[in-house]
């Protein structure tokens, strides 16, 4: 099987390392199209490929074709492949927000899946939902799942609502939690702590807490029940979050992703 990414950027990156580390396609089978020339000089000293910046010499001979570019740039890009596109052809977008449809009738195709994964793929660590179109095979979409297994985890959902709920959830998840970590770091350096003792202290209690979540059966309610103590010093801070519903603020913040993957689905 030839499998053909457009777009050489981060994303286009990591799938093409990951899909070599886990020897689901030769080196030699694996194309990537680049229309930056610089760009592409730079990742032909990569080795995650054979690098091309005009679709006409590789679209035709690609299997799978994974569409990893922005999706504000996937107008032009349909304009630029419709011609030489296939439907015999599976396309597997990661462009948010840019619907099962829009790339059916924007490439002439009927073989779409679509995903949603997130920044922390590019170490294996990545969280993807993905749905189909009908035209698309049991085979090929197996296929596809062993491919977005490459970069951690990948759960299959059955509408397109689900992939823009993902990236609300997953897909922007990342920097709600960096988020939440730059101002514990920024707290703890007010407190006297220097940067890196900060970064440490924060980063591990991170990871602890995730570890700890995920090996038991606890919920994060029941577990915040059992680091707090009455009187004592995480009720306090609890307390404080619920005051000023940090919370609630959350949840919103996650509902206006949505909205935004959901006005991207539309134009």
């Not at 630029?80 to 099962?100: E, F, H, K, N």
């Not at 299959?156 to 709920?165: G, M, R």
Request: proline share 3%; net charge negative.
């Amino acid at each position: 099987m030839k499998i053909l990414i457009i777009g050489g950027g981060n994303m286009g990156k990591t799938y093409a390392r990951s899909l070599l580390r886990a020897h689901l396609v030769q080196l030699q089978d694996l194309m990537v199209l680049e229309r930056s020339p610089e760009q592409a000089e730079k990742l032909r000293g990569e080795k995650i490929g054979v690098i091309y910046t005009d679709p006409s010499e590789c679209l035709s001979s690609a299997d799978l074709i994974i569409l990893a570019v922005k999706p504000q740039d996937s107008g032009k890009l349909f304009a630029t492949l419709r011609a030489s596109a296939d439907p015999q052809q599976v396309y597997l977008s990661i462009m948010a927000g840019v619907t099962i449809a829009t790339i059916q009738n924007g490439l002439g195709v009927e073989k779409v899946i679509r995903a949603m994964p997130n920044l922390p793929a590019q170490i294996g660590l990545g969280m993807t939902s993905y749905t189909a179109s009908e035209a698309v095979t049991r085979i090929e979409l197996v296929l596809v799942q062993n491919l977005l297994n490459t970069t951690g985890k990948a759960i299959y959902v059955n509408n397109e609502y689900a992939i823009d709920a993902t990236t609300a959830i997953s897909g922007s998840g990342p920097a709600y939690v960096l988020y939440f970590m730059e101002a514990m770091i920024e707290a703890a350096r007010e407190m006297g702590f220097n940067e890196s003792q900060a970064e440490l202290l924060v980063a591990q209690t991170f990871r602890g807490a995730v570890e700890l979540q995920m090996k038991n059966d606890l919920s994060c309610s029941e577990w915040i029940s059992r680091v707090s103590s009455k009187g004592g010093t995480t009720e306090a801070a609890m307390n404080t979050f619920r005051a000023t519903s940090v919370f609630e603020d959350i949840k919103n913040g996650a509902k206006a992703a949505l909205a935004r993957a959901e006005e991207l689905g539309k134009g």
